[in-house]
T-cell receptor
Framework: AQRVTQPEKLLSVFKGAPVELKCNYS??????LFWYVQYSRQRLQLLLR??SRESIKGFTADLNKGETSFHLKKPFAQEEDSAMYYC?????????FGQGTELSVKP | EAGVVQSPRYKIIEKKQPVAFWCNPI?????LYWYLQNLGQGPELLIR????????DSQLPKDRFSAERLKGVDSTLKIQPAELGDSAVYLC???????????????FGPGTRLTVL
């Protein structure tokens, strides 16, 4: 079955430390992957997609087909990065989300 | 632009009661989605509409859940009767157009938090 796995429920780092939010996927074809973010009291919103290969708010994510991973990285975490992060795979027009990782950036 | 509008934001009901959620998508968006998000989980698609047609309802528990999008604009999701396990957040999203091989960004509403007692 196609699925997305985020192994960490909670990731806590200090401000200025590097961050890596892990995402692994199971899909036999060429995947289209995304990261969504939900800040406190805000709506779920798209952060970035692998196809565009852009950096948003200092975050990047590289698709590694060999390891079937799409980890989200940021070299220096900021307190405003604290949020829920969801990795997602699109399949047949349907988004399949991982369980989410809560990122907590402490001052 | 108000974005995707959902109401109510919160709903508390007793089990076996009916409940309905309403969603108004972003103007001009043809595709509308209903997701279920259980506590500690990511959203799971319940149903996807292209205009007024339900093109993917494979995950909708049809014995108690129903949805409609009569004029291809706003949509209603209903549960009758509600069970304890239906307590969750129900998210609505819309996008410019759907499709099997293309992706258009989905914009999410604030969700309706349902508590079934």
């Amino acid at each position: 079955a196609q699925r997305v796995t985020q192994p960490e429920k909670l990731l806590s780092v200090f401000k200025g430390a590097p961050v890596e939010l892990k995402c692994n996927y199971s899909y036999s074809g060429s995947p289209e992957l995304f990261w969504y973010v939900q800040y406190s009291r805000q709506r779920l919103q798209l952060l970035l997609r692998h196809i565009s290969r852009e950096s948003i708010k200092g975050f990047t994510a590289d698709l590694n087909k060999g390891e079937t991973s799409f980890h989200l990285k940021k070299p220096f975490a900021q307190e405003e990065d604290s949020a829920m992060y969801y990795c997602a795979l699109i399949l047949g027009g349907k988004l399949i989300f991982g369980q989410g990782t809560e990122l907590s950036v402490k001052p | 632009e108000a974005g995707v509008v959902q109401s109510p934001r919160y709903k508390i009901i007793e089990k076996k009661q009916p409940v309905a959620f309403w969603c108004n998508p972003i103007s001009g968006h043809n595709t509308l989605y209903w997701y279920l998000q259980n506590l500690g989980q990511g959203p799971e698609l319940l149903i996807r509409y292209e205009n007024e047609e339900a093109v993917d309802d494979s995950q909708l528990p049809k014995d108690r859940f129903s949805a409609e999008r009569l004029k291809g604009v706003d949509s209603t999701l209903k549960i009758q009767p509600a069970e304890l396990g239906d307590s969750a957040v129900y998210l609505c999203a819309s996008s410019d157009r759907g499709g099997l091989s293309s992706y258009n960004e989905q914009f999410f509403g604030p969700g309706t938090r349902l508590t079934v007692l």
